[in-house]
């Protein structure tokens, strides 16, 4: 499942930020996730994808949340200087999109890379495609 994950993760990285800053989330059904392995199965095969890009990784998995099992990798390495710009030029595109739609302006929201819909859809695919 590793394997499958990593074209994934690569495509959820910053351009021009050499993996720094990235993140992936998937929200699944709490039966789908145990049909999966189960939240640490799913949790482990994230990290060790996360990894092939030397990633320093915070994980979260928790099954049965509010809508569900929610597992989430995200990098946590200190982002070297020469890439903290698009780093955080990336975080004030989320922070303005998340605003956007709590004060629902009527101006265009930033463009964001990938929604937790789109990952989770992509992740399914990704596992249907070879056995955990």
């Known amino acids: 499942m590793a394997i499958a994950l990593v074209p994934l993760l690569c495509r959820n990285c910053l351009k021009g930020a050499d993996g720094y800053g990235g993140s992936y989330q998937v929200n699944l059904d709490d039966e789908e996730a145990l049909e999966l392995g189960g939240v640490e199965l799913i949790r482990a095969a994230m990290r060790k994808a996360a990894r092939q ?4 990784v915070t994980k979260i998995g928790r099954a049965g949340i509010r809508y569900g099992t929610m597992v989430v990798v995200q990098d ?4 070297p200087k020469e890439h903290q710009a698009v780093v955080n030029h990336a975080m004030n595109d989320r922070m303005r999109a998340a605003l956007h739609k709590v004060w629902s302006e009527q101006a265009p929201a930033p463009e964001q890379r990938g929604s937790v819909a789109l990952m989770t859809q992509e992740f399914r695919a990704a596992s249907a495609t070879c056995s955990l």
């Open 53 to 56: 890009f030397g990633w320093k």
């Open 76 to 79: 946590v390495r200190d982002v």
